[in-house]
């Protein structure tokens, strides 16, 4: 028994670690309505599987006889466990001590964190409740000198978005460091009301002039709508069980592959509606996000980001067991035509399906490019160039299935039509450089100018092309290939998953992920 | 309790389908807009009584102008 003694004040050390802030400090946390970084934790891991690390890392104040009177633990709990038997790193802040700030942790706790998920190939969970990185002014007068700042451990931050799934929570207000802890990840997630993010908070803000409160400034539902961070969520139990359900669709690292689970779901499940989902009356819209649901297996439909960009969704989903990356058009929002803020969208989602070598169905109703004055000032453009960059630029098993439109710049990026048009259209199938409305007055100008009655030539002219869109002549000429029965297309759709799982292939990607 | 509804999208309101007093069930569309050539339903977030329509028909709306209140 020669080392008992050492073990007992070891733990007696852990649990003056475990006493966090303190009971006032706590008990604050609690009647904010947070949980504390442990019960966290504690929640979001398969139970008793946490091993942490680096627990008893913090200030100690010792007596004169060099005996320990105090301690106050780092506010940074951090270590190793198991999310569905699979091992991830987890990093908390601790609210409790010093607001999480950074100049009350030991620095070199996160950065061990970001380096065990970097040389394990493990994902990494940030539980960010913090106020930042550089702490507070304070610091100015126990150092007595201040330093150019650097974001410490930032390599590693960066290369975890190319090699690793990363997953940032917000749970509580977060500023600074914090909130860029938070953004740049693959998934992020806010809890209503308990959780704001901001570059500085209110009373910084308040230097400037402008006098607001935290929900208002850095609101979880404005984060999400403006895309700063990905979904928000009503509980820290439902971001907990969201960020585990995220995980399950992906690899552990991108050098390996996304795991296919058990079918659950029948692969040749035809669902006869499907023949209805599209109205005949071009005008009318529909609900995608029911097709969507109808053409995955069963609740395996997993949407990320539906505040921000919403013409184009985006999610994970399960075809006969094996994760797929899902992008469709939502005619609700602008008839599914392609906003600035959604050509953002879908360039990150198309990164991170390339990152983690998910092959992607894209279901297509794209009117082209949203148009108008508000388009034009929002960089259009620039944006939808950019997602198309990302499409042309990678090599990812794709299948889009043409749904209803696909018309101009941004309807011709459902697929790089330079490699194999793995493509099926509905029999709703409408294509073109330009739509026959609209773009009469501008093929026939001159003619309608001329006319005795423009809106009768107009319409003259309409009804003679309309049969011309027929999606069987495009066929004909084998424009699109594959004409298909809607209802075919789960069947279909699950072919395509174990087609393309073979052709996944692990390793790091270039172009590497950006947030 | 009063929900204030605004436009996700921008466009032409083409049709006005409720007026106030009317009531309506949660997803009922409300309004009707134009834009990239389809008729998009604006529709009511909660069942309830229309209370005030903020818009009139041929305008052009913007993404997140108020359109309709609603007593739930």
């Known amino acids: ?515 | 309790m009063e929900r204030r509804v605004h436009a996700e999208i921008s466009g032409v309101l083409i049709e006005i389908k409720a007026k106030p007093g009317d009531s309506v069930d949660a997803d009922d569309p409300v309004l009707l807009v134009e834009c990239m050539k389809m008729h998009i339903p604006i529709v009511s977030p909660v069942a309830g009584r229309i209370r005030s329509i903020e818009v009139a028909e041929g305008a052009m709306l913007e993404e997140g102008q108020l359109v309709f209140t609603i007593e739930a």
């Open chain 1, 1 to 515: 028994m020669t080392w008992e003694p050492e073990i007992a004040h070891l733990h007696e050390r852990e649990a003056l670690a475990r006493r966090l802030g303190g009971t006032d400090k706590v008990a604050r946390q609690k009647a904010a309505g947070k949980l504390t970084v442990r019960e966290r934790i504690e929640r979001l891991l398969d139970p008793g599987s946490f091993h942490e690390v680096g627990a008893i890392a913090g200030k100690a104040h010792y007596d004169e006889a060099g005996e320990l009177r105090d301690f106050m633990p780092s506010n940074f709990v951090m270590g190793r466990g198991r999310i569905d038997s699979r091992p991830v790193v987890v990093g908390g802040d601790d609210f409790t001590v010093r607001g999480g700030a950074m100049d009350a942790s030991i620095g070199s706790k996160q950065l061990h964190a970001e380096q065990m998920a970097n040389e394990l190939r493990l994902p990494l969970l940030r539980l960010i409740d913090g106020t930042g990185g550089g702490g507070s002014v304070r610091t100015l007068e126990t150092d007595q000198r201040t330093y150019v700042p650097y974001n410490q451990g930032w390599d590693l931050v960066v290369d975890n978005l190319a090699k690793v799934p990363v997953v940032g929570l917000g749970l509580g207000a977060v500023a600074g460091l914090g909130s860029t802890r938070l953004v740049s990840t693959h998934y992020s997630l806010m809890v209503r009301n308990i959780s704001q993010m901001f570059i500085a908070g209110p009373p910084l803000v308040a230097r400037t002039g402008e006098t607001v409160t935290k929900e208002e400034l850095g609101g979880s539902d404005m984060c999400a709508r403006v895309g700063a961070i990905d979904d928000v969520v009503e509980s820290e139990d439902e971001a907990f069980a969201r960020a585990r359900c995220f995980l399950s669709y992906l690899p552990s690292s991108v050098y390996d592959l996304p795991p296919r689970t058990a079918p659950t779901d029948d692969p040749n499940r035809r669902d006869e509606w499907l023949i209805n989902a599209i109205p005949r009356d071009r005008r009318q819209v529909y609900d995608m996000r029911k097709i969507v649901r109808t053409l995955v297996d069963k609740n395996s439909f997993f949407e990320m980001a539906r505040k921000y960009g919403g013409a184009v969704i985006t999610g994970l989903c399960r075809l006969d067991g094996w994760p797929v990356a899902l992008i469709a058009s939502d005619p609700y929002l602008y008839g599914g035509g392609w906003t600035a803020d959604a050509s953002l969208k879908l360039t990150r989602f198309i990164d991170f399906a390339h990152t983690f070598h998910l092959p992607v169905v894209n279901l297509v109703d794209v009117p082209g490019f949203v148009i108008g004055k508000q388009s034009e000032l929002d960089a259009t453009i620039r944006h939808g160039s950019r997602a198309l960059a990302a499409l042309y630029q990678v090599n990812l098993p794709w299948c889009a299935v043409l749904v209803r439109r696909a018309f101009g710049v941004a309807g011709a990026a459902h697929i790089n039509h330079t490699r194999l048009r793995y493509r099926y259209a509905w029999p709703s199938g409408d294509w073109g450089s330009l739509p026959v409305e609209g773009g009469i007055e501008a093929a026939y100008r001159a003619e309608l100018a001329a006319a005795k009655d423009p809106a009768a030539l107009r319409d003259e002219i309409e009804r003679r092309l309309n049969p011309y869109r027929s999606p069987f002549r495009s066929a004909e000429a084998f424009l699109v290939e594959d004409i298909i029965d809607p209802r075919e297309t789960r069947p279909l759709l699950c072919e395509f998953a174990n087609l393309a799982a073979p052709l996944r292939t692990p390793g790091v990607v270039a172009p590497a992920y950006r947030p």
